[in-house]
């Protein structure tokens, strides 16, 4: 079965530490992505990857960082810095990366995981 | 930054019909998507629109008309499990990425 898989499903932060969400995808898809879902807010984008050993910040990416070392693989760390990360954390995968000119492709869909929820000790 | 409208919450009863709301002011726009969210699950692909129209694809409809910056998701006989909130997504022209609406809750009742 083709798809994308997160984990653990629940992760506890205490204060100070690093914690690394896991995502994984055997889609074969070229685009990866780390959204934040926060109660009452639309999905934020932290990161996107491109293509293996390339990625760029979307609107919030202050507080993680990401690698992209294999095309299946895209975990997110959320460091000591992010003050606030108590949140629904999503995994998405494209076939083909955002174009950023002309029409929205259907291969630019994204296929998201089920998500881990971070909750801070 | 890019702003995309949704009604908070809906409801409707087994059967009917419901109508989702989506407006948006972005920069130019290039496409637009409707996912279906369970409470604490992923997100799932509903419709993909970047043509005026109606969208059909089983009970689910997706309509866009790009001079009004709007967009509707009907979903028709409603069950229970339909339950969910519907999320709006645009991608704005020369943009990288989508920008999401906060979501519309639809609660179903028998």
């Known amino acids: 079965d083709g798809g994308i898989t997160q984990s653990p499903k629940y992760l506890f932060r205490k204060e100070g530490q690093n914690v690394t969400l896991s995502c994984e995808q055997n889609l074969n898809h070229d685009a990866m992505y780390w959204y934040r879902q926060d109660p009452g807010q639309g999905l934020r984008l932290i990161y996107y990857?491109?293509?293996?050993?390339?990625?760029q910040k979307g609107d919030i990416a202050e507080g993680y960082s990401v690698s992209r070392e294999k095309k299946e693989s895209f975990p997110l760390t959320v460091t000591s810095a992010q003050k606030n990360p108590t949140a629904f954390y999503l995994c998405?995968?494209?076939?083909?990366?955002?174009?950023?000119?002309?029409?929205?492709?259907?291969?630019?869909?994204?296929?998201f995981g089920p998500g881990t929820r971070l909750l801070v000790l | 930054g890019q702003n995309i409208d949704q009604p908070t919450e809906m409801t409707a009863t087994e059967g009917a019909i419901v109508q989702i709301n989506c407006t948006y002011q972005t920069s130019g726009f290039n496409g637009l998507f409707w996912y279906q969210q369970h409470a604490g699950e992923a997100p799932t692909f509903l419709s993909y629109?970047?043509?005026?129209g109606l969208e059909e694809k089983g009970r689910f409809s997706s309509f866009l008309s790009r001079s009004k910056g709007y967009s509707y998701l009907l979903l028709k006989e409603l069950q229970m499990k339909d339950s969910a909130s519907y999320l709006c997504?645009?991608?704005?022209?020369?943009?990288?990425?989508?920008?999401f609406g906060a979501g519309t809750t639809v609660t179903v009742r028998a």
């Open positions: 997504a645009v991608r704005a022209s020369n943009d990288y990425k989508l920008s």
């Open positions: 629109n970047v043509l005026d």
């Open positions: 990857s491109q293509i293996v050993n390339d990625f």
């Open positions: 998405a995968s494209s076939i083909f990366p955002p174009a950023g000119t002309g029409v929205l492709s259907f291969q630019e869909t994204q296929y």
